[in-house]
């Protein structure tokens, strides 16, 4: 991959003559050895530097670039005109920006830039658990904008998986599914929204817990990556099976509607325990019926729907 070189002082201070003073602050240190005649370097692992220290750092990429000025970062990731994209970010969105990383194909540019600068991960450590302790990564971990933005399902035929669904269900229920009634039915039936805002509040607190860890427990960059690999792994997991809750969500409360629309009644009664007989009468819903039992023993509720005859399966003789 083609990579572009940046040095901070060139191009800058022409015909101003301020030179570099007004971009970066003076080292001490590096202006005494210069004094002595010793020279700082220029390049480390092919990257243009006018300033490396842990305290400032710049390099880039074709598709990366990271600067860091005391406890200030500054981040972007993709490009328009060949990824198409561009992300910018900041301090806070370091595990977001590693996220992205290892599942890159810059990963191994990217982490030999890193391993060659004089920013160790030891320097980093403390930006990183705070950027954890955020919530930085989840999106990227979990789906990032594939999932997030442009809404691609994890299901590979959400249609099929609800044709199954009504198929059982009424198979069931002893009711003849028509092409018409199925037709109905995906008429009622109401596509889940996989909202990243709502997940994120039912598991950001589980997230932190492992970006966190990930973070305290890794003592390189590489191992770090390896593990944000690994959490997406654990994560991607998570969030297809918050995908298929909602989707059964969805089809149960749609079945509800469907069968209501076909006059399907549901007869709900309390009875004895021994089965001799109705004890205290009849109810709407099975929860009005629990409700009403309390902890009365030697009572139960049974529910009964009761299916018209233009719809009911024809029993076979």
């Known amino acids: 991959m083609a990579r572009r070189i940046r040095s901070i002082r060139a191009g800058k201070g022409q015909g101003m003559g301020k030179g570099y003073k007004n971009l970066i602050p003076k080292d001490p240190k590096v202006h005494s050895e210069s004094a002595m005649g010793r020279k700082q370097p220029q390049r480390i692992g092919g990257i243009a530097r006018s300033y490396n220290t842990p305290h400032t750092v710049s390099m ?36 977001g920006f590693f996220a992205r990383i290892s599942s890159s194909q810059i990963k191994d540019e990217v982490l030999k830039d890193f391993e060659e600068s004089r920013l ?9 658990l705070k950027s954890a302790q955020n919530g930085s990564g989840m999106y990227q971990i979990t789906g990032d904008n594939k999932l997030w933005h442009f809404g691609e399902s994890f299901l590979s035929e959400p249609s099929e998986e609800i044709n199954e669904f009504l198929d059982s269900m009424t198979q069931d229920d002893n009711i003849e599914l028509t092409d018409k009634l199925r037709e109905r039915f995906f008429e009622i039936f109401e596509y889940p929204n996989m909202d990243y805002d709502d997940f994120e509040k039912e598991y950001k607190k589980e997230y932190i817990k492992d970006a966190t860890q990930a973070v305290n427990e890794s003592q390189s960059y590489g191992e770090l990556m390896d593990k944000m690999d690994n959490l997406r792994e654990g994560w991607l997991e998570q969030v297809m099976d918050y995908e298929h809750d909602l989707y059964s969500d969805a089809e149960s409360e749609a079945y509800a509607k469907f069968k209501k629309e076909l006059g399907v009644k ?52």
């Open 60 to 95: 880039s990429g074709h598709n990366y670039s990271f600067s860091k000025e005391g406890n200030k970062i500054e981040l972007s990731l993709g490009n328009m005109t060949d990824a198409g994209w561009y992300w910018t970010g900041d301090q806070d969105d370091m595990v």
């Open 120 to 128: 160790s991960y030891k320097d980093m450590k403390p930006i990183l």
């Open 266 to 317: 549901e007869i709900v009664s309390v009875i004895k325990s021994d089965g001799k007989g109705l004890a205290l009468g009849q109810f709407k819903s099975v929860a009005d019926a629990e409700r009403f039992i309390g902890r009365k023993k030697g009572l139960e509720v049974k529910s009964i729907e009761v299916i018209p005859e233009p719809i009911r399966k024809k029993e076979k003789v």
